[in-house]
């Protein structure tokens, strides 16, 4: 079961993060997901970035109807711009789903989009010592009003996102297809 959490001072995010950004951070034990411990962040990010949750996925394309409008940017188009390239030779400018990869290192991967209202990151970081966890923490930095009132509008559904689909990616199996 997934927690609120603190970032991990060792995290990358943290030379991303300033004190008026929007942060929270959630975690969930990895402790008896050895295959999870093992597999590269790319691999481990996909895992858990796309896990099936129709709840979620009708949000999103509610969240894209109404965005449009506004000029945000939309799963749609960031999905357009991914590579057919494997998971493991993905780097950063390459997508994972719709959210961009800036950073790759052996237990945390830096993702998120930069756009007119707000830039967000999205950072799932990895301790594999003799508690293992998995840690998914997200930085918004909002550029104006607009980015203030998205970010409100979002928060609640974000925070039950956030923590689901920790507790879903720790309940699936990681498959081949998945992790190819």
Not at 29 to 50: F, N, T, W, Y
Not at 54 to 75: A, E, I, Y
């Amino acid at each position: 079961m997934s927690v609120r959490d603190r970032l991990p001072s060792d995290s990358i995010l943290n030379t991303y993060y300033a004190p008026r950004d929007f942060m929270d951070v959630y975690s969930v034990s990895l402790a008896e997901r050895p295959d999870l411990q093992a597999a590269d962040m790319r691999v481990l990010a996909d895992h858990i970035l796309m896990a099936e949750i129709g709840w979620m996925n009708v949000l999103l394309s509610l969240r894209d109807t109404v965005v449009k409008p506004f000029g945000l940017k939309t799963t749609e188009d960031l999905g357009l711009e991914q590579k057919d390239t494997p998971l493991e030779d993905r780097k950063p400018g390459d997508r994972i789903g719709f959210f961009r990869i800036f950073r790759v290192e052996d237990n945390e991967i830096l993702l998120g989009e930069d756009d007119w209202h707000q830039d967000f990151r999205l950072s799932i970081f990895r301790r594999t010592d003799r508690s293992p966890r998995i840690f998914a923490s997200t930085c918004c930095k909002r550029h104006n009003i607009f980015g203030h009132v998205y970010l409100a509008l979002i928060l609640p559904f974000h925070k039950k996102i956030a923590s689901t689909v920790l507790d879903t990616a720790v309940k699936q199996r990681l498959t081949t297809a998945t992790a190819s």
